[in-house]
């Protein structure tokens, strides 16, 4: 069991909960992150821009294959801000072993031992025809490195506007958009560090889907952490120690 929370990570507790009882309020210590509000920000302006893309381009299988220089730039942004929520958690803990200047995406791979990305689903509210269930780190599923396809069509989208523009698909935005989704979920839960009446711990439908940040996409926490990397702490005790949070250490051991 881990007696004490890693800077930028949630987990499921011993008895398979998240935030039973407030024990998530190790989320919202001062020590828990630098500046998660301008994280928060980032992602609901990217939002609130893809929802009026949706007034444009409609939720739909059928809209897989659409692109423009509309959804080439929101997939530039998207991207951009995952790389940078990436950045942040593998700074405020422990990896020494490669520059952060040389840092790519197959380093970027290395919180998914830590923060089970690739067990994340994602449900669209809005949706018409298959696709309305995403996994946007499913190729990590396995524990080995392997290209995530929207990741890769970012990178070539960016690097060869002129002939890869097509790769800015309406289909891998939304990818996309639900891996960026899925990392801040993996940080915060729901909290968007302002005075609001809502969390998780809220009723709401009971489909085995939380609401989270933005109040727009679902999402299905993962259930099934191994119980020896499960928090067991009290956190209305630890909260008051001087060092309540402990650094996950992604260097080759």
């Known amino acids: 069991m881990v007696d004490k929370p890693y800077h930028l990570t949630i987990r499921q507790f011993r008895d398979g909960s998240y935030t039973e009882g407030?024990?998530?309020?190790?989320?919202?210590?001062?020590?828990?992150?630098?500046?998660?509000?301008?994280?928060?920000?980032?992602?609901e302006l990217l939002q609130k821009d893809l929802l009026t893309l949706f007034e444009f381009i409609e939720p739909s299988k059928a809209s897989k294959n659409a692109y423009s220089f509309r959804t080439y730039e929101?997939?530039?942004?998207?991207?951009?801000?995952?790389?940078?929520?990436?950045?942040?958690i593998l700074k405020a803990n422990t990896f020494t072993s490669k520059e952060e200047k040389y840092w790519d995406i197959s380093d970027y791979f290395k919180v998914n031992s830590s923060h089970f990305l690739s067990e994340y689903k994602v449900q669209m509210p809005f949706w018409d025809g298959t696709g309305k269930l995403r996994e946007p780190f499913k190729e990590w599923k396995d524990g080995e490195y392997k290209q995530l396809t929207w990741y890769a069509?970012?990178?070539?989208?960016?690097?060869?506007?002129?002939?890869?523009?097509r790769e800015a698909s309406f289909h891998n935005l939304v990818?996309?958009?639900?891996?960026l989704?899925?990392?801040?979920?993996?940080?915060f839960l729901d909290n968007d560090f302002k005075m609001r009446a809502n969390s998780l711990t809220d009723e709401g439908?009971?489909?085995?889907?939380?609401d989270v940040l933005g109040g727009y996409f679902r999402v299905q926490l993962p259930n099934n952490v191994p119980e020896a990397e499960r928090y067991d702490f009290d956190w209305q005790t630890l909260k008051n120690d001087r060092a309540p949070f402990q650094k996950f250490n992604y260097d080759p051991r």
């Open 22 to 43: 407030g024990r998530s309020g190790y989320i919202l210590h001062s020590k828990y992150s630098h500046m998660p509000s301008r994280f928060v920000r980032g992602f």
């Open 74 to 88: 929101l997939l530039l942004r998207t991207c951009t801000e995952i790389e940078a929520n990436f950045k942040s």
């Open 153 to 165: 069509a970012y990178n070539h989208a960016k690097h060869d506007r002129a002939n890869n523009l």
């Open 175 to 179: 990818n996309a958009f639900c891996g």
């Open 181 to 187: 989704v899925v990392l801040l979920t993996a940080q």
């Open 205 to 210: 439908q009971n489909d085995g889907f939380e």
